[in-house]
């Protein structure tokens, strides 16, 4: 929570500006991380082998989505 803070004191300091394609992909693919992974821990206690390969080969989609 750390990053939330430092942002929002600058943000009180420095408008900060958010560019439209942030919005549009990589805001919804943050929220649909943070559901798959919230899934995940729901069904245990710890994320086990599979759970992870399935998180880093979504995150290596993610990149490579990023640099057309």
Sequence with gaps: ???LAVIGIVALIVPISVSPSTLRFELPAMVAFTLVL???MAHGDELSRVDGAILVVGYVGF?????P
């Excluded at 990149?63 to 640099?67: C, G, K, P, S």
Aim: aromatic share 18%; no cysteine.
């Design 63 to 67: 990149v490579a989505l990023l640099f």
């Design 1 to 3: 929570y750390n990053i």
């Design 38 to 40: 919230v899934g995940m």
